[in-house]
């Protein structure tokens, strides 16, 4: 607070200067109330009243390319009465009021905003009361919550001929209340985003800090980013990236005794990517390496560990219907005194036929196949997945306005291991540590799915449309856990408009879900409807600029899970001039509870 009442004062002598010089003043804003009513939440009422009030005003000192200024303050108060409630602190059926009180302001200064320095400065503050009076039985309780929030944020720029920009800012934001203590936040950064041919480099450092009062915790972080792109030509590209985290922690152990403790995170990271992808040639190459670093200190232990990883691929257009691609990669981890190291090779094939055409009819097969290595410290796995997938579609044009649409697709995968080894340590008899290797064939899984679709459309001359599909869908396993899952999903949908200014659509969903799985005794029918009709008026009762909404959303589960939600939702705005109403009325259900919302809204603009 007192540090943006500096930067105020400060900026008192040049405001004083240009006060004469002050250009045309806008001004906007506006006053509004609102009233809410919930009925048969939790067995309980409640009422809400708020006033809302804001105005924002903007001009320029002298001439605008010197400075802009603009600012505004909002008002909120919002009163809350609860009754009828169930709860404990409404056993005897009593009243508990929430009264709430918010003002927040904004200040904006621009200094020469077209220039090459611009200079920007932006206060924010905000006062909030929260005054909850609960009777229930004597004696009477009175609890209050006020706090404030202040924020300021500093920002200096500088634009070279070369288009480099450079930029340094301060922020600073504080919250305080009675109860809790205050939060402070101080962070002071630097950047510079340097452009020069085809090389680009972004540096960004910042250094923060946040103390709590009431718990002595006190958060130390310094960050620093160096990235560096380079682009030789369109088809090529190199991203390096280094960075620096340092994180300390200082705390009280507990908030009653004066015990303390701290604690320090480390973390650096290092890497290059290479990105090779000519426009002209069927092939594409990408890779890099990464080098990870983090030490931590804690009162409790403390850890350490380095990580280096490498990667590459390679993607290959053999031709318009054949591609391969392959890539690897590598992981040497060393952790807390033990080192493990993980490396992986995967090579794929896919092959997409032609379109084939017959009688409208149009046809597709694909197919695939890869081969995965693995292999590190304590497991090497060596697997086979392939796949089998074809399939096809026709369209019937019924007449100038609808159309049948039929697709089926059919698809087989299939994963086999080839060799599973797992690497154990044990103790020899003379107690020392020795590793025991299994080898094996591993297990072998495969599933088959089915798709179909049917949908029907129709374009009506009056502008409507409608759409009524249905899908059907069949997945099994053909291994030993013989899983399966069938699934029906049946839709409509209509959109009508009724006239110039009004419409009308509906739509309806129906899904039928069935899933068995044997080897665990599990087995589950789950049906659900859900159901939608929203009508539109622009212009109800021939008032222009009087509008109705109204929608009603309908939901079923046919299981003991499932939940039942019923909503009608009807809405009634009114503009003219300056002056905005509304009026709404929700009903909701529930599970078979039934609750009602009712909310009005009255504001003028001006």
């Known amino acids: ?54 105005t924002h005003a903007s001009s320029y000192l ?28 409404m056993a005897d059926g009593g009243l508990v009021n929430n009264e709430a009180t918010i003002v927040t302001g904004e200040f904006n200064l621009n ?89 680009n480099v972004l540096v ?54 004066s015990t303390y403790g701290s604690s320090t995170t480390d973390i650096m990271q290092a890497s290059s990517f290479f990105f090779w992808r000519p426009d002209a040639r069927p092939w594409s190459m990408s890779g890099g390496v990464r080098v990870y670093d983090l030490q931590g200190n804690a009162p409790v232990a403390s850890s350490d560990s380095l990580s280096v990883s490498a990667s590459g691929g390679f993607f290959y257009q053999l031709s318009r219907k054949w591609r391969f691609d392959a890539s690897a990669a590598f992981t040497n981890t060393q952790s807390n005194g033990s080192e493990t190291q993980l490396a992986r090779q995967q090579a794929g094939l896919l092959y997409q036929s032609d379109l084939y055409e017959k009688s409208g009819f149009i046809y597709r097969w694909f197919a695939t196949g890869s081969l995965d290595n693995q292999s590190g410290e304590e497991t090497a796995r060596q697997t086979v997945t392939s796949s089998l997938s074809h399939n096809g579609q026709k369209t019937w044009f019924l007449s100038e306005i609808s159309s049948l649409n039929v ?27 020795a590793t025991r290797q299994y080898a094996g064939i591993g297990a072998s899984n495969a599933r088959l799915d089915h798709t179909g679709t049917v949908a029907w459309n129709q374009a009506a001359g009056g502008g409507g449309n409608s759409t009524v599909q249905m899908t059907l ?47 665990l005794g599990v087995g589950t029918d789950v049906a659900t409807a859900t159901g939608r009709v929203d009508y539109q008026h622009s212009n109800i009762f021939g008032v222009t600029n009087l509008r109705f909404l109204s929608n009603l959303f309908v939901s079923r589960a046919a299981a003991e899970a499932g939940i039942d939600r019923a909503e009608w939702d009807n809405r009634l705005d009114y503009m003219i001039g300056l002056l905005d109403t509304s009026l709404s009325l929700r009903l909701i259900q529930i599970d078979g509870q039934n609750s009602s919302l009712v909310m009005a809204r009255i504001a003028r603009r001006f």
């Open 204 to 257: 960004k450092l910042s250094q923060g800090t946040t103390d709590h009062s009431l718990s002595k915790l006190r958060n130390e972080s310094v960050i620093f980013d160096l990235s560096h792109f380079y682009l030789p030509s369109p088809s090529f590209r190199i991203d390096n990236k280094a960075s620096y985290y340092t994180f300390d922690r200082s705390f009280r152990v507990t908030s009653a005794s």
């Open 407 to 433: 697709s089926l697709g059919q698809s087989i995968n299939g994963a086999y291991r080839i060799n599973d080894e797992a690497v154990t340590l044990y103790q020899d008899h003379q107690g020392s540590l």
């Open 1 to 54: 607070m007192v540090m943006a009442m500096l930067v105020l004062l400060a900026l008192a002598w040049p405001v004083h200067v240009f006060a004469v010089s002050l250009g045309p003043v806008e001004v906007s804003g506006s006053v509004g109330y609102s009233y809410r009513w919930l009925s048969g939440t939790s067995n309980a009422d409640s009422t809400s009243y708020q006033w809302l009030a804001n």
């Open 473 to 519: 869908s069949d997945s099994r396993a053909l291994t030993d856990t013989t899983d399966q899952q069938q699934l029906v999903n049946f839709q409509v949908l209509r959109v009508q408009p009724l006239n110039r200014s009004s419409f009308l659509s509906g739509n309806l969903t129906v899904q039928y879900v069935r899933q068995e799985f044997p080897q």
């Open 111 to 199: 200094v020469l905003p077209q220039s090459k320095a611009p200079f920007g400065l932006r206060y924010l503050a905000s006062n909030s009361r929260i005054d909850a009076t609960r009777i229930s039985s004597a004696p009477v309780m009175f609890t209050d919550i006020e706090f404030d929030t202040t924020r300021l944020e500093l920002r200096q720029s500088y634009l070279n001929d070369q288009n480099d920009r450079f930029m340094v800012r301060y922020d600073s934001s504080s919250w305080s209340s009675a109860s809790d203590g205050s939060y402070d936040d101080v962070l002071l950064g630097a950047e510079a985003d340097v452009r020069r041919g085809k090389q």
């Open 62 to 89: 002298w001439q605008p390319w010197l400075a802009t200024v603009e600012g505004g303050i909002t008002f909120a108060r919002d009163t809350t009465e609860f009754s009828g409630g169930s709860s404990a602190s």
